[in-house]
């Protein structure tokens, strides 16, 4: 099994996408396989992508994905199909999904979301010639899997200390989606950014669910519900690593006239928020586009990752997104984020994980 650790750097841009996450549906652009597969470049059918919580039109996780498939769709004509999940869904059912795909003759096919794991795990043995990928999880051990993971702490390192930069009074927030290991590193990066910033600084804490099914990934009225009351409590700066659930937050902070701070795309860019946009200080970026567009690309190229591919700030896997022209002429918050990024680089600051 080959041990990849990189992203390439080319930027993955997230197309704005105005489409609602609904049921069971799918899209595909599979006639452009044909091409690829004259060019003698590509034998398979296309790239198979199957969503996480809260779908396609996200803005966020599922969106980054996206942009990686468009990407590699437009480069080397691959084709594919990308599936939505079902409400309320079982292992079962994505076991069923990442089946058919491979059936199909999609390669690769990837799980998009640590919730995948069991089912790339069953699939992929029964497919040994498919070259799966799964986002978020590196717990699957195969030699034709990809395990596709972040240093999704050091993105939020840098979000704490333009919070903690940004703030006015010394107090800030952190909304999780789920309650759940991955989104404890979002929050141990924050928190620690911060307090490199102001050791004495306030920091509300929540998580909206237990559990993904209940809903907190995908649920932006628990996300403006979560903002709201930490709002009340004083909080001028609210970071959010909540999916779909962090719209609420964007919007309530904008509502309420205080700083907003997105997760894994540049959510100061995307359609659905433009409303909101002034008050979106930045985001902690993860290249979810980027190893998705990585992957098709090897496959396409006839050397397909395998094992744990890693994005870091050193790789650009992760980042901090500068896009709002009001951020950008907060010098000492530019200046504060930039010095701590290269530290972390350099090794002088080790981000924690929880």
């Not at 240093?151 to 107090?171: N, R």
């Not at 932006?220 to 709002?231: E, R």
């Not at 993860?286 to 395998?306: F, I, Q």
């Not at 022209?325 to 504060?336: D, G, I």
Request: charged content about 20%.
């Amino acid at each position: 099994m080959s041990r990849r650790t990189g992203f390439s750097r080319a930027a993955v841009t997230v197309a704005a996408v105005a489409l609602a996450a609904a049921g069971c549906g799918e899209s595909s652009t599979g006639s452009k396989a044909a091409d690829a597969k004259e060019s003698g470049t590509y034998t398979g059918k296309g790239i198979g992508l199957a969503y996480d919580i809260g779908g396609k039109g996200d803005q966020s996780f599922n969106d980054a994905a996206y942009a990686g498939f468009q990407k590699a769709d437009k480069e080397f004509k691959m084709g594919g199909r990308d599936v939505e999940p079902q409400d309320g869904e079982s292992d079962a059912d994505k076991v069923q999904r990442l089946t058919q795909l491979a059936q199909a003759g999609y390669n690769p096919v990837i799980g998009v979301g640590y919730i995948y794991a069991p089912a790339v795990k069953e699939v992929a043995a029964k497919f040994p010639d498919t070259t799966f990928g799964i986002i978020d999880d590196e717990t699957v051990q195969a030699k034709n899997v990809a395990d596709l993971v972040f240093h999704e702490e050091q993105a939020s390192y840098l979000a704490g200390v333009a919070a903690a930069k940004a703030s006015k009074t010394g107090h800030i927030g952190f909304i999780g989606g789920v309650d759940i290991p991955l989104i404890h590193k979002f929050e141990a990066g924050y928190v620690q950014g911060a307090k490199s910033v102001d050791p004495a600084i306030k920091i509300e804490s929540q998580y909206l669910t237990e559990t993904p099914q209940e809903g907190g990934f995908s649920s932006p009225d628990k996300g403006k519900a979560g903002a709201s009351g930490q709002i009340d409590a004083g909080a001028d700066v609210i970071y959010h690593a909540a999916g779909l659930s962090g719209q609420g937050v964007i919007s309530e902070a904008a509502a309420k006239k205080v700083w907003a701070i997105g997760v894994d795309s540049d959510q100061y860019n995307q359609s659905s928020l433009a409303t909101y946009k002034d008050y979106i200080l930045g985001s902690a970026l993860k290249n979810v586009g980027g190893a998705v567009y990585d992957l098709a690309k090897s496959v396409h190229d006839g050397k397909p990752l395998s094992g744990v591919v890693r994005g870091s700030l050193s790789n650009d896997g992760v980042g901090f997104a500068d896009s709002n022209p009001k951020y950008q002429a907060m010098t000492e918050v530019v200046a504060a984020v930039n010095a701590a990024k290269q530290d972390i680089v350099d090794g002088k600051v080790t981000v924690n994980t929880n």
